[in-house]
């Protein structure tokens, strides 16, 4: 498989990998040789998958669109269907899914779809692919690769994220399957530290991970999540959000991964959940505006942003408050819980419901979908959207 990215210098290349001033030796790979032989030749190698790659993230960063994310593994999709009284069955995530995946005119609001594996391989309710549902709707499908978060040993009761092992050939197997683009969750813990080594190990795995899937044609969504957890205040969280994209980048660039192919998935720089200081939509925009300019180069097309327990209504007003003035990048959404909260209560397990529910999905896409173009204004929000869904120690 030829790889994605375009610019390898000889230091990432063993030695032995050159047959002497010619070429590489996988085959597949064009290798265009840009200095004379030697240990420091800068390398340039085309990708069968440059350009698509290129073209998927600017789809899914088109303008007045963003990211369904309903990538809750088996065991998060449980608890929210215990929280509706249903049983977490592969009958009720199907009906759950379906529900989604065919809302009438959807992608109009919605450019791409986070799937869990299962969502990947199966069909709605009235048996056709959920993907092909999906592409009909003109939303590219996506899906989770990583396989979740274990403590980190040696740090500070921190986690690490696990999924690279065999992450190749799965990733082929779902581009087969119609995936397009991928994701992985690591996360940073502010009251933890962050200690370096957590931060580093987060960096270096998400790294690896968008190296490998942009090898085998999906575009990688970098998700450091920079959890909501503690009581700092928002100085505290900026000094760590820049900390972490400062490594970030680092080692994404060392993995020779092309930034023009990448989606970021970042959090909004604000308080921790349990400062008494709250921050309004303004001062969230100002904040996370400084980090992004400071550290995201404008090659990357679109920053997608996770709600991570804030309520929809709040997700929606600080989205809308950084579109206020042009961006270099498309900024955008990619919510789980704030697109799905008002939905999954409102459907409650109740086929009789299905039509509400589906309605109350597309006014929050709409609502998110306006404030990617800055033009939200907030009016005729329910109660139920203006509850905040913070979890303590939430994992996904
Ligand atoms: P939330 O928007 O619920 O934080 O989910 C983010 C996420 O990573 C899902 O893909």
């Known amino acids: 498989m030829a790889s994605a990215s375009f610019l390898k210098s000889s230091p990432v290349l063993d030695k032995s990998e050159w047959i002497k001033g010619q070429t590489l030796r996988q085959p597949s790979v064009s290798v265009v040789r840009c200095q004379p032989v030697a240990p420091s030749s ?3 190698r085309a990708s069968s998958y440059a350009d698509e790659l290129v073209k998927t993230a600017k789809t899914i960063a088109s303008p007045g669109r963003g990211i369904l994310a309903m990538d809750e593994s088996n065991a998060t999709c449980g608890k929210r269907l215990a929280s509706i009284g249903l049983e977490n069955t592969e009958a009720n ?4 899914r379906t529900l989604l995946v065919s809302a009438p005119g959807l992608g109009q609001y919605i450019s791409g779809a986070i799937l869990f594996e299962e969502t990947l391989y199966q069909s709605t309710t009235e048996g056709k ?4 549902v999906l592409v009909e709707q003109n939303i590219v499908p996506g899906i989770k690769v990583d396989k979740g978060l274990v403590p980190l040993a040696g740090s500070n009761n921190e986690s690490w994220c696990q999924g690279l092992d065999g992450l190749a050939s799965r990733s082929a197997a779902y581009y087969q399957q119609g995936a397009r683009f991928a994701k992985w969750r690591t996360v940073v813990s502010i009251p933890n530290g962050p200690s370096a080594l957590a931060v580093k190990e987060a960096a270096w795995g998400l790294a690896r991970y968008a190296a490998i899937s942009q090898d085998n044609g999906l575009v ?3 998700e450091p999540e920079i959890l909501l957890d503690g009581d700092h205040g928002i100085d505290r969280t900026f000094e760590v959000a820049q900390k972490v994209w400062a490594e970030v980048f680092f ?3 060392e993995n020779n991964v092309m930034f023009e192919g990448i989606l970021l998935k970042p959090s909004m720089v604000t308080p921790g959940a349990e400062c008494k200081d709250r921050a309004t939509p303004e001062q969230v925009a100002d904040y996370t505006l400084k980090l992004l300019s400071r550290r995201i180069p ?8 996770l709600s991570g327990g804030q309520s929809e209504v709040e997700a929606t007003l600080n989205l809308n408050a950084m579109n206020q003035s042009p961006n270099p990048w498309h900024v955008s959404f990619s919510y789980a819980r704030a697109l799905q909260n008002t939905c999954l209560k409102t459907w409650g397990g109740r086929p009789e419901n299905v039509k509400a529910a589906q309605d109350s999905l597309l006014v929050r896409a709409k609502a998110n979908s306006l404030a990617q173009l800055g033009k939200y204004t907030g009016e005729g929000e329910s109660e ?4 905040g869904m913070f979890v303590k120690g939430y994992v996904y």
């Open 93 to 96: 995530r199907q009906a759950y």
């Open 384 to 387: 139920e959207a203006k509850k």
């Open 298 to 305: 404008p090659a990357v097309p679109g920053i997608m942003f």
């Open 42 to 44: 800068l390398l340039v």
């Open 251 to 253: 080692y994404l660039a």
């Open 129 to 132: 692919k959920m993907v092909d």
């Open 220 to 222: 990688p969504i970098v």
